[in-house]
């Protein structure tokens, strides 16, 4: 099991960029791809990025893409997910998660271990 523990979410201004991060502990890090979800009140759990446990291989979702980087620091066993022009429907908890499994997964299901989340709030 993984244990994951979120920071860098906030209140930011439409327009603005926030870092999310993740700190990954209790197995090795390196073989574990990461994911990034975000959920609203109400809605389900939505997919927004993955990299994988190299690091050399990433995967967005569509509403984000092009906004949105993945990337990860092994020797830290750290994810971060860099946001710029961010928009009030970003407005979320968002999570990291992490799974063995390889290929683009980004259903919840495919993810065994989870962070307790951060707030973004983005403001119009």
């Known amino acids: 099991q993984v244990q994951l523990v979120e920071s860098g979410g906030g209140l930011v201004q439409a327009g603005g960029s926030l870092r999310l991060s993740c700190v990954a502990s209790?197995?090795?890090?390196?073989?574990?791809?990461m994911g990034w979800f975000r959920q609203v009140p109400g809605k389900e759990r939505e997919f927004v990025a993955r990299i994988s446990a190299s690091g050399g291989s990433t995967y967005y979702a569509d509403s984000v893409k092009g906004r949105v980087t993945i990337s990860r620091d092994n020797a830290k066993n750290t994810v971060f997910l860099e946001m710029n022009s961010l928009k009030p429907e970003d407005t979320a908890v968002y999570y990291c998660a992490a799974t063995r499994l390889t290929g683009a997964r980004t259903g919840r299901s495919d993810y065994g271990d989870w962070g307790q989340g951060t707030q973004v709030t983005v403001s119009s």
């Open positions: 209790g197995r090795t890090f390196s073989l574990y791809a």
